[in-house]
């Protein structure tokens, strides 16, 4: 058996449905049942068999809660943790903790108990160090606690710390560090707002550079990761190394869209998410951009894929290529 957590966000419904159609014995842990909708989305991106999603054994639990969690493992042999929970608002940090860094100790800790064979986390570039010298960023890039780190990139590091435990305590791990994740089905919030925004006429861009890869080549590298003989490794994922303006300027492009032509500089995104804070202060609602999230849009970060493309012999598929499928798919999720 299989158990996927975060099984209904956009790497976890693309990984389930490649682990059903290899016939894979999977239980995913789910929160809601509009979730598990969105799931059935995406597996009708894929393929016109409507019963496939009725394959996976759907278990209904929090992470963060041991008793409900200890009998999703019964059974279980091997372990996919897609499930995080992503902000830059620093006001969601103690949830973040919670989520991302509890919950992985708790996967862990039952991981154990259970002698599950393996696990597969699902990390981030931003858990990383970065580049000192401009030079390509690789998995040997120390991540440095004395930065003025993003609380996600505190708590992904944090979690990573958790499944490097489980590798002592006699459970084998990989590790995959994507970059920022291009798919399709979840067009409201993560990545997918780049495809709606630019859909919608968003007109401006920034010129930071940052790694992108496709979801179908983080969920193939993934379970080709957990069939082999490969374990206790990271690895960085990224296709290409981008600018936004690139890749906002592609989307509109197969969108027929008009191309983003106004360009925000950094002490406009920094007058901005010091007023969306403010506001924020007094609306109680979320800030439409927060300190780090201006940050990354101006920053400029290459990534290394080598170790990964070596270790597999893969190939990443080009990012223009994800682009134009995800635009398509996009389009067909309009008439749902």
């Not at 010298?133 to 990573?160: C, H, M, Q, V």
């Amino acid at each position: 058996m299989i158990l996927v957590t975060g099984g209904t966000g956009l790497v976890g419904a693309h990984l389930l449905y490649h682990l059903v159609k290899n016939d894979e014995k999977v239980r995913a842990i789910y929160r809601s049942e509009e979730k598990i909708e969105a799931v059935k989305k995406v597996f009708s991106l894929y393929s016109d068999d409507v019963t496939l999603v009725s394959k996976i054994e759907w278990f209904k639990a929090d992470i963060t809660e041991v008793p409900a969690m200890i009998p999703a493992f019964v059974d279980v042999d091997k372990v996919y943790h897609c499930a995080a929970f992503i902000s830059f608002n620093p006001r969601d940090y103690r949830q973040m903790r919670k989520v991302n860094i509890h919950g992985t100790a708790i996967i862990v800790n039952l991981a154990i108990d259970a002698k599950v064979s393996k696990i597969c986390f699902v990390g981030s570039i931003a858990s990383v160090g970065n580049s000192l010298n401009r030079s390509l960023i690789t998995e040997e890039n120390e991540w440095n606690p004395e930065e003025d780190n993003s609380g996600y990139s505190i708590t992904k590091f944090g979690a990573e710390m958790e499944i490097w435990r489980a590798s002592q305590e006699g459970v084998d791990v990989v590790i995959v560090n994507p970059g920022v994740i291009l798919g399709s089905g979840f067009f409201t919030a993560g990545s997918g707002k780049l495809f709606s925004q630019v859909y919608n006429g968003f007109k401006y861009y920034t010129e930071g550079v940052t790694g992108f890869v496709g979801v179908k080549d983080v969920v193939e590298v993934m379970i080709q990761l957990m069939n082999s003989s490969i374990k206790n490794e990271r690895f960085i994922l990224v296709s290409e190394n981008k600018s936004f303006k690139e890749i906002l300027c592609s989307i509109a492009q197969y969108f027929g869209k008009k191309q983003p032509t106004k360009n925000i500089k950094p002490w406009q995104t920094g007058i901005f998410w010091r007023f969306s804070w403010f506001l924020s202060l007094i609306t109680r609602k979320e800030p439409l951009l927060s300190k780090y999230s201006a940050r990354s849009a101006h920053s400029v970060s290459k990534y290394s894929s080598e170790k990964v493309e070596k270790s597999l012999s893969f190939q990443f598929e080009k990012i223009e290529v994800v682009i134009k499928r995800v635009c398509n798919n996009f389009t067909r999720f309009q008439s749902f």
